[in-house]
């Protein structure tokens, strides 16, 4: 979650801040890994802008998450924003974005356009201007998502509400790999688990596997922005005495035994880690591994194999695929 910053007060009022929104153009392949730079620029969350959704059919009895018009999305490509303070180090920051932009390419990931463009933004029309769009939303067959200031009454006894608060940026939690995740974790949780939630962001995986009756959830991430703003979401959905977030790289130094490892992240990470995911996990244990583009599915299915993790269940939606493994 995103402090409310304002500027000290002139003439007896408080001057809001103002943000810079930086917009990235590129592909739906490279949407996490341009996310992850932005986080670790500073910002909070990401917007995802994919002329994708204008297309999908949503499974849920309120429709899309909010009147969508096709002038706001690109005409190809995705358009991934987040907000920056605009302080003296922006035009550093930008320049770093530039230069890790310039890496991916040089690893092979394509980022279509690549263009970087800033508009500046006040945060009391951000604010207001934003809230008023999102809706609850119902993505699998329990569990709806609700931003804070909306007043959701359940429509069915067994329904899980998960609220979260979006900072300066919302995670919606309808982006394809989070959807396929929350569905997974559905099926696959059982009451009592021990779950470990690798890259967790906003905690929103942590949350659903405590609302699923999971007893003890250890959410990690790398960057201390993300574990704030989980720590904050936990707080809200009420599930403190079952979550403990953690700043920690994937799973070093962390140990076992855990009955579901949920890993919503990089393809090629998740292939760095598959040993470490194989050493935590209890024989017969859960991988729930999503966040990995279907152009990269048979990799990650392989360096599964060389850990002794078994696939069991491959799901997709759109270009994203989610695959289910148990430890041998």
């Not at 207001?128 to 609700?146: L, Q």
């Not at 931003?147 to 429509?155: D, I, L």
């Not at 949780?189 to 596997?209: E, F, Q």
Request: net charge negative; proline share 4%.
């Amino acid at each position: 979650m995103m402090a409310a910053f304002t500027l000290p007060e002139e003439n007896g009022r408080e001057q809001s801040l103002i943000w810079s929104e930086i917009t990235i153009h590129t592909t739906a392949e490279a949407v996490e890994a341009v996310s992850n730079i932005l986080h670790e620029a500073g910002a909070n969350g990401v917007v995802i802008e994919d002329p994708e959704v204008l297309h999908r059919e949503w499974d849920t009895p309120f429709g899309e998450i909010y009147q969508l018009s096709p002038d706001d999305f690109p005409r190809e490509g995705v358009y991934v924003k987040a907000y920056l303070p605009v302080n003296s180090y922006l035009g550093e920051t930008v320049e770093e974005i530039k230069n890790r932009l310039n890496q991916l390419l040089l690893c092979g990931l394509d980022l279509g356009k690549g263009t970087v463009t800033l508009t500046e933004v006040h945060e009391d029309e951000w604010a207001s201007a934003w809230k008023k769009y999102y809706k609850p939303v119902t993505i699998s067959e329990r569990i709806t998502i609700t931003p804070v200031w909306e007043e959701y009454q359940p429509k069915r006894e067994d329904e899980v509400v998960i609220e979260m608060d979006p900072g300066m940026a919302f995670g919606t939690g309808t982006h394809p790999t989070t959807v396929l995740c929350i569905r997974a974790l559905e099926k696959y949780v059982k009451p009592g688990d021990r779950v470990y939630d690798v890259g967790t962001g906003t905690g929103i995986l942590s949350i659903a596997a405590a609302k699923l009756g999971a007893a003890e959830i250890l959410a990690l991430d790398l960057d201390e922005v993300a574990v704030r703003s989980a720590q904050s979401n936990v707080k809200i959905n009420k599930v403190s005495g079952q979550i403990t977030v953690k700043q920690n790289n994937l799973l070093d130094n962390i140990e076992g035994p855990a009955d579901l490892v949920v890993a919503n992240i990089l393809a090629e990470v998740i292939i760095r880690f598959t040993d470490d995911i194989a050493r935590v996990l209890k024989p017969g244990g859960l991988l729930i591994a999503s966040g990995i583009i279907t152009a990269r599915e048979h990799d990650v299915k392989q360096a599964l194999a060389g850990s002794n993790l078994d696939v069991v269940e491959t799901t997709y939606m759109d270009d994203w695929v989610a695959i289910v493994a148990k430890n041998r």
